[in-house]
């Protein structure tokens, strides 16, 4: 597992103010992915991505907030949705420190918060 991976999925987690699910989780670090690419003509992380019925998914992106979570950084809530199935929903414990990521990086991923944490991905 990356270090700068764990990195984006902590920020993430810490600054989206909703209910962050296992879906929207892998969602924003996509789209943070191609965000920074476009800008950047690279890939943010190094996750490998499959596409499915619901769009992009990488279970590297669910192993790493498990880790999170192990490390007692992100905690998981689980509650059951409008479908009777059971969802996850993750939430930062520690602040991040912003020395650890570059402004670039930062940047990029509070602009995919913002964009696109008024649609539903869920």
């Known amino acids: ?22 879906t929207l989780l892998v969602k924003l670090v996509y789209l943070s992915d191609v965000e920074f690419s476009k800008n950047f003509k690279r890939k943010l992380t190094d996750v490998t991505y499959r596409y499915d019925n619901y769009g992009p998914f990488s279970w590297e992106i669910v192993d790493c907030a498990q880790e999170l979570i192990e490390d007692g950084i992100l905690k998981m809530e689980k ?10 929903k993750y939430i930062s414990i520690e602040k991040p420190d912003k020395n ?23």
């Open 100 to 122: 650890e990521i570059d402004e670039y990086t930062l940047r990029t991923i509070k602009e995919v918060i913002n964009k696109f944490s008024r649609y539903s991905f869920t």
């Open 79 to 88: 509650d059951i949705n409008m479908f009777g199935d059971e969802k996850f």
């Open 1 to 22: 597992m990356s270090k700068l991976l764990k990195k984006v999925v902590h920020y993430i987690c810490y600054y989206y103010t909703g209910s962050l699910s296992r």
